[in-house]
């Protein structure tokens, strides 16, 4: 059974920093998924922060651009967001995600950060982790 959980998540001020970790058990690498971090603020819809595929390509919601970098450390089974510059509006839930892709027209990276997922029910969630960000 796969399993995330996420650590890293507290308070701080304004233009500080996070580095949030999600480890994975019982979840193998494959093409067919990504690793990512989504978001969801209260009365907000969620959010896609970051994703990485098993090649290590990136894509970033333009928010975070410049101050968040998502990476895996495949030995660890472990993923990372560094979170610079932080801005009140970064306050949120964070979730880990590994999100299905599809085998033969695999999802592209940006499709997959806007939430089209091909199959809700293949994907895997950590139970979060709170980023409060204060001004």
């Known amino acids: 059974q796969v399993q995330l959980v996420e650590s890293g998540g507290g308070s701080v001020q304004a233009g500080g920093s996070l580095r949030l970790s999600c480890v994975a058990s019982?979840?193998?690498?494959?093409?067919?998924?990504?690793m990512g971090w989504f978001r969801q603020a209260p009365g907000k819809e969620r959010e896609g922060v970051a994703v990485i595929d098993t090649d290590g390509r990136t894509s970033y919601v333009d928010s975070v651009k410049g101050r968040f970098t998502i990476s895996q450390d495949n030995a660890k089974d472990t993923l990372n967001l560094q979170m610079n510059s932080l801005k009140p509006e970064d306050t949120a839930m964070y979730y880990c995600?590994?999100?299905?892709?599809?085998?033969?027209?695999?999802?592209?990276?940006?499709?997959?950060?806007?939430?089209?997922?091909?199959?809700?029910?293949?994907?895997?969630w950590g139970q979060g982790t709170q980023v409060t960000v204060s001004s």
């Open positions: 995600a590994a999100i299905y892709r599809g085998i033969f027209d695999t999802v592209p990276l940006n499709d997959i950060l806007s939430g089209s997922f091909p199959r809700d029910d293949y994907n895997y």
């Open positions: 019982g979840y193998r690498q494959s093409t067919y998924y990504c």
